[in-house]
């Protein structure tokens, strides 16, 4: 019913940038917090941002000061401006979601099916 569709990811240099970008479509009513992931193999999944419908921010220790998140709620729309990227920043990024399904009473949390980003040193 709900769909997340991440793109933006990539192979890039130590130092360079990307700009990760996760579109909600389907049977939405209302998104609420929005957020980034990376997970690498054989690791747990590990929180990068997130951002409130009010676009109130928090971040990961590891990536503030270089990575923002900022939303674009007409289009439900959440983006992660990443810069000064680092070889340990190389992950496989998902997008997560809120999501107030049309026909539901509450919130459920939907996951995209993630975007490589690739830093070589």
């Known amino acids: 019913q709900v769909q997340l569709v991440e793109s933006g990811g990539g192979l890039v240099q130590a130092g360079g940038s990307l700009r990760l970008s996760c579109a909600a479509s389907?049977?939405?009513?209302?998104?609420?917090?929005m957020a980034w992931y990376r997970q690498v193999p054989e690791k747990q999944r590990d929180l990068v941002a997130t951002?409130?419908?009010?676009?109130?921010?928090t971040y990961a220790d590891s990536v503030k000061g270089r990575f923002t998140i900022s939303r674009d709620n007409a289009k439900n729309t959440v983006y992660l401006q990443m810069n000064n990227l680092k070889f340990e920043d190389t992950a496989v990024y998902y997008c997560?979601?809120?999501?107030?399904?049309?026909?539901?009473?509450?919130?459920?949390?939907?996951w995209g099916q993630g975007t490589q980003v690739t830093v070589s040193p």
């Open positions: 389907g049977s939405i009513f209302s998104i609420n917090t």
């Open positions: 997560y979601a809120d999501v107030w399904i049309l026909g539901k009473t509450s919130y459920s949390g939907t």
């Open positions: 951002i409130t419908r009010g676009r109130t921010t």
